[in-house]
């Protein structure tokens, strides 16, 4: 079998899936690239890997290229923690306020759009900048009246109180439609080596399972990398679900049909690649 290139993101929400193969526990046979979510987006797309872990969004946009990998995402049924709003003013008076958008994301920005517009009845001027860990400061230096971060950095935030006004998309999206919501899945390019991908799939599965089940020792480890407080790190994995069920299935479909509405994405259905 053709050994793949699989893109993986560094964050904490990446830690159950990944953890047993980085200790040796779960054996894959693929060379692991590292990157933001916008970045391993692009390196997908333009063939650079074979498998990654993408932003949702990602795969409605290129729906005819990639197949999801089944039972396999980044979810959340309520309070994602990692996907927040800082705000300066409550969310509904953001109407034409500038509010700065981490580059990281693709997902998480198109959701703010559709909660904005629809949700919240607002228009904000929005502003891409740099949004990881290492660039919270800098942000001061920016003009807003909010800022949309993801992933260790949103987390970081959290932590310095910064903003009066605190707005998690997750629960934003359970509010508005009852349903979870989908932040990224596993994608594979279709003319990736089948058998190489499902062997992928199942190295992935398997260490996802061995991560569920040594949660504590994933969060401790989370704040030893991040300097965030143990408690912090435990509840926001304890809320996320790497599963893709079919009610995460029906709030991604909703997520895609809402996109689709606004021409933001093409309409399509899911493809998956059969399991090995």
Known sequence: MTRLRLGRIPWINCYPVYAAIDRGLVSIDAEPISGTAAELNDLLAAGELDVSVVSAVEYARNAAAYHL??????????????????????????????????????????LLDLLC???????????????????????????????????????????????????????????????PFVFAVWAARREADRASVQAVHQSLLKSR?????????????????????????????????????????????????RLAQDGLVPDGSLSF????
Request: glycine residues 6%; contains cysteine.
């Open 117 to 179: 517009r629809h949700r919240w009845r607002v228009r904000p001027k929005f502003a891409t900048v740099r949004a990881e860990s290492s660039d919270l400061e800098p942000l001061r230096e920016f003009p807003h009246q909010a800022v949309l971060v993801i992933g260790d950095a949103a987390l970081l935030l959290a932590v310095e109180e910064r903003y009066p006004y605190k707005t998690d998309l997750g629960t934003a999206w359970k509010d508005w439609t009852g349903l």
């Open 273 to 276: 690649i059969s399991a090995a």
């Open 69 to 110: 990998l089944p039972d396999l995402a980044i979810t959340s049924d309520g309070p994602v923690h990692s996907v927040m709003l800082y705000s300066k003013r409550p969310v509904h008076e953001l109407d034409g306020a500038t509010v700065l958008q981490s580059a990281s994301s693709r997902t998480s920005v198109l």
């Open 209 to 257: 399972t061995w991560g569920l089940a040594h949660l504590d020792e994933l969060a401790r480890l989370a704040s030893d990398n991040t300097g965030l407080p143990l408690s912090t790190c435990g509840a926001y994995l304890g809320d996320l679900d790497y599963a893709l069920s079919y009610r995460h299935l029906a709030g991604l479909t909703d997520f895609f049909r």
